[in-house]
C-alpha cells in the first residue's frame, strides 16, 4: 500500500435530477473507492462560459491509499456509469455529472493527464465556498495562501446560493467509530494490519501498528525456537505494553477513535505455545499484572483464514524468517484463540470468515466485512 492520502473533490450536475444524480456518485464512490468523511451543502450557481440549466454543487472528501492517477480514473468510471462521455464534449456543456479532484494534500501534480491542485480552483466560488465549508483552513500548495484569502479577494461576480437539501453519507450508514477503540485479531498472515490501516484510513482514525519489525529476537526464534522463545515472548509483552499504555495515554476518546492490528492478549495467546509450561505460568503473572493497567478494545475483531490462505499470504510478504512457518504451527495458533476466547465471555469478540475474500483489492468485500461489524 502506499501512504494514505486526503482527497477533496468537487461534484456537479446540471442535467436531470440534479439531487439524484450527485447523490448516485456519492453513493458509487462509496462502494468502489473509499467511504466520504466530509459533504458540503448544495450550493446553486449559474453555468459559467456556456447557456445551459443552473448547477447543483458539492464538494466532498475522502482519504485513499491510491494513487491520484487511479482515482482520477475511477471518478471517470463513475461519470461514464451515470451518463456522462467527456469524449464527446466540448469545452464547456451541460452536464449530468462532474467530478474533480481538486485537492491531494500538498501534492502537486502537473501531467499531461492530471493538474493537482485544479487549474481552476481559486478562479470558481462555486468550489471555493463549499470547499471552505468543510475545510475552512485549507492552504494552496503552490501559492501558499490560504483559500480563506483567495475566497475573501474574488472579485468576479459569480451567483452562489446554498440550497436548504440533504445529501445522504452511505459512510454513516455504516459507522463502526460507535467504537472508541477496536484492535483487529487473526493468525500470521490473516490480514490484520491490511484491514487496520482500511478501517483507519476510511474512518480517519488513529491508527497503532504492532511494531514487530524491530524485534531483535524474532528472526532468531524461528532459526531455534527452544532458545529464544522466552526471550522472544518477554520482548514483545514488553514492546506492546508500552505502545499501547503511550499511545492509549495520549488519546481523547470522545474525539478519536481507534484502530489497532493486535490485542495485548496475543502475548498470552502465543506465549502459550510457544513457551514451557513453567515458563507460562511465570508469564501469565507477568502479564496479569501488566494488563489490569491498559485500555481494553470495545471491540475485537477475529478474521478467520484457511491455512492455505495464511501460508499463501506469508510466502507473498517475502519475509526471510518467515519461510519455515509450517502449518502445523499456523493450527496451533489457531487452536490456541478459539481455546483462549472461549474462556472469555467477557470479552467482545466478532469472528468474521474472510477465507473467500480479497478486501484489499475488492472494495465490496471491505464493505461487507464493515456491514458485518455494524
Request: charged content about 25%; glycine content about 2%.
Amino acid at each position: 500500500m502506499d501512504f494514505n492520502k486526503k482527497y477533496h473533490i468537487s461534484i456537479g450536475s446540471n442535467i436531470g435530477d440534479r439531487l439524484k444524480n450527485i447523490q448516485s456518485s456519492i453513493d458509487l464512490i462509496h462502494s468502489r473507492i473509499a467511504s466520504i468523511l466530509t459533504l458540503s451543502s448544495i450550493y446553486e450557481t449559474e453555468s459559467i462560459g456556456f447557456e445551459g440549466h443552473d448547477f447543483f454543487n458539492i464538494c466532498a472528501t475522502f482519504n485513499s491509499f491510491k494513487s491520484p492517477y487511479h482515482i482520477m480514473n475511477e471518478l471517470l468510471e463513475i461519470e461514464t456509469l451515470l451518463g456522462r462521455y467527456r469524449s464527446k464534449e466540448k469545452k464547456y456543456v451541460s452536464r449530468i455529472i462532474d467530478i474533480d479532484i481538486l485537492l491531494v494534500d500538498d501534492m502537486v501534480i502537473n501531467s499531461e493527464e492530471l493538474k493537482i491542485p485544479h487549474l481552476e480552483i481559486c478562479n470558481r466560488k462555486f468550489v471555493l465556498e463549499p470547499l471552505l465549508e468543510i475545510d475552512p483552513n485549507l492552504i494552496h500548495p503552490i501559492s501558499k495562501i490560504s483559500f480563506k484569502e483567495i475566497f475573501s479577494s474574488f472579485k468576479t461576480n459569480q451567483k452562489v446560493q446554498k440550497k436548504d437539501l440533504c445529501l445522504e453519507n452511505p459512510a454513516h450508514l455504516t459507522n463502526i467509530t460507535n467504537y472508541n477503540y477496536i484492535a483487529i485479531e487473526g493468525n500470521i498472515g490473516s490480514g490484520k494490519t491490511s484491514l487496520s490501516k482500511l478501517i483507519s484510513s476510511d474512518f480517519n482514525t488513529k491508527l497503532m501498528l504492532e511494531r514487530f519489525i524491530d524485534n531483535p529476537f524474532l528472526a532468531k526464534f524461528y532459526e531455534n525456537p527452544k532458545d529464544f522463545a522466552f526471550k522472544l515472548e518477554m520482548s514483545f509483552l514488553a514492546d506492546r505494553y508500552q505502545q499501547t499504555s503511550e499511545d492509549l495515554s495520549q488519546l481523547n476518546f470522545f474525539s478519536q477513535n481507534i484502530m489497532s492490528d493486535y490485542d495485548i492478549h496475543k502475548s498470552l495467546i502465543f506465549s502459550k505455545i510457544n513457551l514451557s509450561s513453567d515458563e507460562f505460568n511465570l508469564y501469565r503473572k507477568l502479564f496479569y499484572s501488566l494488563y489490569r493497567s491498559i485500555v481494553k478494545p470495545d471491540l475485537i475483531i477475529f478474521l478467520n483464514q484457511t491455512i492455505e490462505n495464511l501460508k499463501t499470504n506469508i510466502k507473498k510478504r517475502g519475509r526471510d524468517y518467515e519461510s519455515t512457518i509450517s502449518a502445523d504451527y499456523l493450527k496451533k495458533i489457531n487452536q490456541s484463540y478459539s481455546e483462549f476466547f472461549k474462556s472469555r465471555p467477557d470479552l467482545n469478540v466478532k469472528f468474521i470468515d474472510v477465507s473467500e475474500m480479497d478486501f484489499v483489492k475488492n472494495r465490496l468485500d471491505y464493505l461487507s466485512i464493515i456491514n458485518g461489524i455494524n
